[in-house]
Each structure stands twice: as structure tokens, then as C-alpha cells.
């Protein structure tokens, strides 16, 4: 079946470490995001990526870092500058940007920073 | 800037009820307007979409949506409430800027179902 894979679902990290979120999609979809999730704050878009070898900031960029070396996969970077990490981690993909509203997403990753 | 408004943080009914969930957009042209649900600890899944046409979207699960321009509202419905509704739902505009094509979201609804 076609879907999106995030991995690990789980992570614990020590403060002043870098860590890295997979997203595996198998959907032959263009466009993939990261999203941040925080209770009582919705979603927030960190990074997209609308083809392969480029990727653009969302608004929350900072802290973070992705790369788009293949269609399948976007991988988020979560840097020791990232203030406050501890959140809900989703991946996303859609058909391309124009169809940016009609998302897949994945299960998401939990970051807790001790 | 567009918004999405969800006035309603949490909403507790009974199985069986009716449910009604409240969204409401600002936005100049006619919105393409979309619902998504979260089940606890999971990712989140398309309801249904709403961008021109018949007002009324049939969605899965025996959701549906009333785009209504007058009132800048596309409040979610469900006719009879089962236990396995229980979730967030996240109503969302998208933004066009540009070439750019971004997703608005509203901070959700938070749905509790008695049994």
C-alpha cells in the first residue's frame, strides 16, 4: 500500500544534540512537508520541498535543517539551535504544489528533549 | 493575511447526537476550504474538500460540509456520532501567494464522544 513512513515514532534526545526524522513516501508525490505540531497551537509549517534538490522555509524554520536528495524521501534535521524542540513531528506529502491542500500524512515523530 | 478560526477548542457529545463543528475563514476570492481529523497520537487524514460548486461536500466517513460564502463559514456535519469519532478535527484554507501555494490551519476542535 501506498503511504507516507516516518521514523523513529519515538525519539529522546539530550539537550545540545542534533537528531534527524525520516520520511519515507511511495506515493510518486512532487511535493513533500514538515510540519510542527504543539498543543493548543495547530500545525506549523517548517520546511517544504516542491522537487527534488530544492526546499523552501516555512515559518518556523529556524533550527532546522532538510535536504531533498530523492523524490522519496525528505529528511528533517533537528539542530542543538532549535530552542525549545520537544513537539509532534509530521511529514506530509501531496501530487504537487497546486495541489498543496490535498495532504497525505504521515504518523508522525515525537521529539522530547531531556 | 488569510485566517482560519475554529471557535470551538473542545466539543463533548453523545453517541448518536448530531455533531456540528464551526469553521470560519477570512479570504478575498472563493477559498478552496478542506477538513482533516487526527486520531490520538496519529497523522492527520483528509475529510473533504470544498473548491467551487455544489455547496454541500460529501466526505468519508459520513462526514459532510456547507460551504456558505455569505457567512465566510464551512461548518463540518455528521448526522450520528459514533464512539470512533473521537479525534481533532483541523479545518484549512489554502493560501495563494504568488506561485506559492500554502496551507492555512485553524487550531482545531477537539472532539469527545460519551457513550
Known amino acids: 500500500d501506498g503511504g507516507i513512513t516516518q521514523s523513529p515514532k519515538y525519539l529522546f534526545r539530550k539537550e545540545g544534540q542534533n537528531v534527524t526524522l525520516s520520511c519515507e513516501q511511495n506515493l510518486n508525490h512532487d511535493a513533500m512537508y514538515w510540519y510542527r505540531q504543539d498543543p493548543g497551537q495547530g500545525l506549523r509549517l517548517i520546511y517544504y520541498?516542491?522537487?527534488?534538490?530544492?526546499?523552501q522555509k516555512g515559518d518556523i524554520a529556524e533550527g532546522y535543517s532538510v535536504s531533498r536528495e530523492k523524490k522519496e524521501s525528505f529528511p528533517l534535521t533537528v539542530t542543538s539551535a532549535q530552542k525549545n524542540p520537544t513537539a509532534f513531528y509530521l511529514c506530509?506529502?501531496?501530487?504537487?504544489?497546486?495541489?498543496?491542500?490535498?495532504?497525505?500524512f504521515g504518523e508522525g515523530s515525537r521529539l522530547t528533549v531531556l | 493575511a488569510q485566517s482560519v478560526t475554529q471557535p470551538d477548542i473542545h466539543i463533548t457529545v453523545s453517541e448518536g447526537a448530531s455533531l456540528e463543528l464551526r469553521c470560519n475563514y477570512s479570504?478575498?476570492?472563493?477559498?478552496?476550504l478542506f477538513w482533516y481529523v487526527q486520531s490520538p497520537g496519529q497523522g492527520l487524514q483528509l475529510l473533504l474538500k470544498y473548491f467551487s460548486g455544489d455547496t454541500l461536500v460529501q466526505g468519508i466517513k459520513g462526514f459532510e460540509a456547507e460551504f456558505k460564502r455569505s457567512q465566510s463559514s464551512f461548518n463540518l456535519r455528521k448526522p450520528s456520532v459514533h464512539w470512533s469519532d473521537a479525534a481533532e478535527y483541523f479545518c484549512a484554507v489554502v493560501q495563494n501567494a504568488g506561485n506559492n501555494r500554502k496551507l492555512i490551519w485553524g487550531l482545531g476542535t477537539s472532539l469527545a464522544v460519551n457513550p
Open positions: 479570504y478575498g476570492a472563493t477559498p478552496y
Open positions: 506530509a506529502s501531496s501530487l504537487g504544489r497546486g495541489y498543496a491542500g490535498e495532504l497525505f
Open positions: 520541498s516542491q522537487i527534488v534538490n530544492d526546499f
